[in-house]
């Protein structure tokens, strides 16, 4: 227990300050030295660390720093360390406020007690009141066993504020440690979550459990680890290989998102024209529809300087999601990916772009759609794993968007998928088409064989009416000025001024407004 005994009647405050200067000390120490070591020796930074490489440098305010749990039994008494395991605070990230909390791990194991999360909760509230974004440093093995119920119920109220924040400011959560159990949850809910290699594994139950329950032996990293969430769940967003490269990317991502959503994201300087020709779009994408290109370099061709950051760069990447700037702008761009299964739209693809829509509407980015979609993805999998509820989530978050959307058809756009890929029809503000679009139900040679399967089967020479039924098709129904005509795309435009239109069209709808109705909330499919 801590007690002090304040000076009798001292001349002036400088016995206090420096009093307070040496408890303050203890608290940026840490436990002890030896916790330290083996948080390096588990290839770890310590959460102080990590604060520092996450904001300005001297930025960080941290807040109950003296707090100690007040928790009895199991020794708990005799061990009431500073902080509780858990820092909180704010600071600035490139001079902007953002909140963090980051979970101690040399501090029972950075578990999550009763004051632990009280502390969460607070600076969580902080965040949400001051409409500043909140980042989560998770190293802590969950909930504090020695604390019970009151652990899990610091767990609830840090999910409900989670919900609560959503959509009012950018909630960032990045895994440096264990996540497990029932914890999961909170970076579940949060908008993006970052993990590192090696050292960062998020489960609901462990390698232990696993094995009682299956008899399946399995490591913390194949169960939970960054890659498996990266590439296999699409429970992380983004994966590094070090902690620093991490912190780095969360501050990137932070400079370009608003602080909260009556707020829009800053504009950035460029010395990239807003007239640039794009000259070498017409050499990037084959005029071969079945021709596969990646959509990647046609993306960096058309914004400023070239750079796109990309949500879940290696799951679900027939489509691509990602922040770039048009004309300093900050921009959300879905793509789909013919380098990558033709770029078709399957369950995976349509929950990482629902998302990934949902989150840009939240936080009043525009969204640029670059749309080159044969369909979806036939199969029983992707029937029987609810294709149809999946795929509706990306429909449901483009008709729920009140941002300034703009639709561009690159080649072709098929069926329900063209629909779902922010279509005139479901709301873009404007659709423009390159001359290479072929918009329709489906593509010529399936359209001829089923329309005019008679006719080619009763033909003496059924090869040469298919190609004439396909001809006919295309040429009346696929050719490039078909959806202008019918004012289902505004215009058709040369490739090489795609970054002017958009630029344009996209500065014409800054001050859109899009009422919604007056309801308590949709009901997404989920
Ligand atoms: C209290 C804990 C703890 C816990 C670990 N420690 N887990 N203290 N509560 N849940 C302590 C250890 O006693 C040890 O203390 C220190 O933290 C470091 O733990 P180690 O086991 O030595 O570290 P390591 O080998 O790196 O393994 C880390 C670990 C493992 C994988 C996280 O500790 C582990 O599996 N712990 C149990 C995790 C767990 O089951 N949590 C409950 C999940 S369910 P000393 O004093 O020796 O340094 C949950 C419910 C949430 O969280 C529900 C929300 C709705």
Redesign the pocket.
Known sequence: MTTIDPPANPPDLRGYVEELAAARERVLEGPSAS?SRQQAE?GKLTARARLDLLFDPGSFREIEGFRRHRAVGFGLEERRPWTDGVITGWGTVFGRTVFAYAHD?RV??G?LGEAHAQKIHKVMDLAKSAGAPLVSLSDG??????EGVTA?AG??GIFRRNVRASGVIPQISVILG?C????T?SPALTDFVFMVRGIAQMYIT?PEVVHSVTGEDIS?ERLGGADVHGEVSGAAGFVYDTEEDCLADVRHLLSMLPSNNRELAPVAATGDSPIRRCASLVDLVPGDPSRAYDMRAVIEEIVDDGEMFEVHASWAQNILCGFARLDGHLVGIVANQPAWLAGVLDIHASEKAARFVSTCDAFSIPLVTLVDVPGFLPGRDQEHGGIIRHGAKLLYAYCDATVPRVQLIVRKAYGGAYIVMDSQSIGADLSFAWPSNEIAVMGAEGAANVVFRREIAEAADPEAARAHWIKEYRSQLVHPLYAAERGLVEDVIDPADTRTVLIESLGMLRAKQAPLPDRKHGNPPS
Do not use: N
Not at 141 to 146: F, K, L, V
């Open positions: 916790a588990r791990f029972f194991g578990s093995a969950g909930a504090r066993i020695q899990l767990y609830g264990p497990a159990g029932g914890a949850y462990g913390h």
